[in-house]
Nanobody
Framework: QAELVESGGGLVQAGGSLRLSCAAS????????MGWFRQAPGKEREFVASISWSGGVRKYADSVKGRFMLSRDNAKNTVYLQMNSLKPEDTAVYYC?????????????????WGQGTQVTVSS
């Protein structure tokens, strides 16, 4: 049984930066791809980014490419989402997720564990 705990959310002005962290426990962290999804008020949850088990392959949603960067530290069982040039439309609850597999993914159904979510609010 794995557990994912996010941290790092908060309120930031447009153009600013935040770094989200997701600490994993239970299971063998380095066996699985990790990722982030987000859900804005009144919208469905959507894919943001994922990273392969080794960290060698990353996948990003078009809306965050060039602004967000995903990394992982397998020694610390932690994945990081660096968010730069934030926009008001990035406002959402951000969820860390673990894939059932080792490769990058973007479909919710391929996730087997989720964190509780962390709020990111970007003011204009």
């Amino acid at each position: 049984q794995a557990e994912l705990v996010e941290s790092g959310g908060g309120l930031v002005q447009a153009g600013g930066s935040l770094r989200l962290s997701c600490a994993a426990s239970g299971g063998t962290f380095s066996n699985y791809a990790m990722g982030w999804f987000r859900q804005a008020p009144g919208k469905e949850r959507e894919f943001v980014a994922s990273i392969s088990w080794s960290g060698g392959v990353r996948k990003y949603a078009d809306s965050v490419k060039g602004r967000f960067m995903l990394s992982r530290d397998n020694a610390k069982n932690t994945v990081y989402l660096q968010m730069n040039s934030l926009k008001p439309e990035d406002t959402a609850v951000y969820y860390c997720a673990r894939s059932r597999y080792g490769n990058t993914w973007s479909e919710e159904r391929e996730s087997d564990y989720w964190g509780q979510g962390t709020q990111v609010t970007v003011s204009s």
